[in-house]
């Protein structure tokens, strides 16, 4: 089970970080993502890090603003936002992708848990 959390309304330039804390098994091993939709469109990719934390994918809208960051001692990951833009509104949800899960980091399809999401509205 995936739960999110940290989402809420900020203006334009500001700052929000998201958690998303994982319970019932362990998701050390799995690649974590994040995913945002906005009303009327489509789930689309946010970020993505491996297992170990080794490396972390960012959709081009988000690059150099949005830091994700995982601590599996905690089984948590995080999704540190900043430079806030009205087009960042949406729902967000994480979601995990287990290693005998295919498909690509950047599909939701490929992923086969999912939080139940926060709302992040950033007003201009």
């Known amino acids: 089970q995936l739960q999110a959390s940290g989402g809420g309304l900020v203006r334009a330039g500001g700052s929000l970080r998201l958690s998303c804390a994982a319970s019932g098994r362990t998701f050390n091993t799995d690649i974590m993502g994040w995913f945002r939709q906005a009303p009327g469109k489509e789930r689309e990719f946010v970020t993505a890090i491996t297992a170990s934390g080794g490396s972390t994918y960012y959709a081009d809208s988000v690059k150099c603003r949005f830091t994700i960051s995982r601590d599996n001692a905690r089984n948590t990951v995080y999704l540190q936002m900043n430079s806030l833009k009205p087009e960042d509104t949406a729902i967000y949800y994480c979601?995990?992708?287990?290693?005998?899960?295919?498909?690509?980091?950047?599909?939701?399809?490929?992923?086969?848990?999912w939080g139940q999401g926060t709302q992040v509205t950033v007003s201009s």
């Open positions: 979601a995990a992708k287990s290693p005998y899960y295919t498909g690509s980091i950047y599909n939701p399809k490929a992923y086969n848990y």
